[in-house]
Structure formats: structure tokens, C-alpha cells
């Protein structure tokens, strides 16, 4: 394995946990500064938009990657 699939792999492993985490929505992780300027900015539901957004990108560049 090379490292573009390295690269690729991590990414789809991101992209899990961000989705696990916006699912789940854990205390410790939820309440951190910076999600929290988030859920002011965009909204309880807006944040959670862009963190599956977010994640759909990391995933599909993942799977790109791993085609190198």
C-alpha cells in the first residue's frame, strides 16, 4: 500500500467518526468552544448539516484516494 492509500483509508476513518459523533452528539466532544460557535452560527440543525456535508466529502475523497 502506498501512501495516497494510506492517506485514502484515514480519511474514510474520519469521516465514521464524524458521523459517529454528530449522530451521538457526546457531551465532552458536543459542548468544545469551537462546535459551539458552530451551533450559534448555523443552528442546532444547520451544524449537524455541515458535519454530514463535511463528512461525505472527507469519504468520498477517501474512496478517491484509494483508487491511486
Known amino acids: 500500500m502506498n501512501g495516497w492509500g494510506l492517506l485514502g483509508l484515514l480519511l474514510i476513518l474520519y469521516a ?28 442546532e440543525k444547520g451544524t449537524v448539516i455541515f458535519f454530514y ?8 475523497f477517501g474512496i478517491w484516494l484509494l483508487t491511486f
Not at 449522530?23 to 459542548?31: G, R, S, T, V, Y
Not at 456535508?53 to 468520498?60: E, K, M, Q, T
Open 16 to 43: 465514521a467518526a464524524i458521523v459517529y459523533i454528530t449522530a451521538k452528539k457526546p457531551e465532552n466532544i458536543w459542548d468544545m468552544p469551537k462546535i459551539k460557535l458552530f451551533r450559534k452560527v448555523l443552528g
Open 53 to 60: 456535508l463535511f463528512a461525505a466529502v472527507a469519504l468520498g
